[in-house]
Nanobody
Framework: QVQLVESGGGLVQAGGSLTLSCAAS????????MGWFRQAPGKEREFVAA????????YYADSAKGRFTISRDNAKNTAYLQMNSLKPEDTAIYYC?????????????????WGQGTQVTVSS
């Protein structure tokens, strides 16, 4: 069974940085695109960023552009989300997701596997 495990969340002050990791197992990692999503309390799940299997194509939500960087290390079966200049409105549970195929959709329904999430809290 495919497993995605996020780590790296925590409490950080506004303006700070965090790097989230998503370790994948039981999957041909370089065959899947990886996405990061987040869900704040009382809000719908929101797309953050996605990267293709080779790491050459990347897509960001407007809210992430210029502050967040998605990357992956296929040798380690791990995807990352580096988050800089964090704001209180970035507070959410962050999820990684995987999908087969070349597209980088912003809809979570297009992803086949999900991690359990990691909490990110940004204090003002």
């Amino acid at each position: 069974q495919v497993q995605l495990v996020e780590s790296g969340g925590g409490l950080v002050q506004a303006g700070g940085s965090l790097t989230l990791s998503c370790a994948a197992s039981r999957i041909m990692f370089n065959n899947v695109a990886m996405g990061w999503f987040r869900q704040a309390p009382g809000k719908e799940r929101e797309f953050v960023a996605a990267i293709d299997g080779s790491g050459t194509r990347i897509y960001y939500a407007d809210s992430a552009k210029g502050r967040f960087t998605i990357s992956r290390d296929n040798a380690k079966n791990t995807a990352y989300l580096q988050m800089n200049s964090l704001k209180p409105e970035d507070t959410a549970i962050y999820y990684c997701a995987a999908r087969f195929g070349r597209d980088l959709p912003a809809s979570g329904y297009e992803y086949h596997y999900w991690g359990q999430g990691t909490q990110v809290t940004v204090s003002s």
